[in-house]
């Protein structure tokens, strides 16, 4: 079993910044891609940014200069920090990674989600 906890989501102003984590534990055998994606009420669910165990970054055209995508491997984390936001960037946020368990099946595993509120 794997389990993807997040972190850090939260009612913020325009303007202002916020930082989140989520944190994999479980049968992990490797981690390959990590990435953020968001989904706002009566929206489909799209892509923020990703990284690949190499660190090559990826980002939507929409928060390319705000937002950073990073990874510590050791803690098994990914990050997403947040500046200048906006109200278009209210939606709750999932993070998902790609990961090849001890039984060495690949599949994508992904977080409960965690709100993020940015008021005008």
């Known amino acids: 079993q794997v389990q993807l906890v997040e972190s850090g989501g939260g009612l913020v102003q325009t303007g202002g910044s916020l930082r989140l984590s989520c944190a994999a534990s479980?049968?992990?055998?490797?981690?390959?891609?990590m990435g953020w994606y968001r989904q706002a009420p009566g929206k489909q669910r799209e892509l923020v940014a990703d990284?690949?165990?190499?660190?090559?970054?990826n980002y939507a055209y929409s928060v390319t200069g705000r937002f950073t995508i990073s990874r510590d491997n050791a803690k098994k984390t990914v990050y997403l920090q947040m500046n200048s936001l906006k109200p278009e960037d209210t939606a709750v946020y999932y993070c998902?990674?790609?990961?090849?368990?001890?039984?060495?099946?690949?599949?994508?595993?992904w977080g409960q989600g965690t709100q993020v509120t940015v008021s005008s």
């Open positions: 479980g049968s992990i055998f490797a981690i390959h891609s």
């Open positions: 990284i690949t165990s190499g660190g090559t970054t």
């Open positions: 998902k990674y790609a990961i090849t368990s001890h039984n060495l099946v690949r599949r994508d595993y």
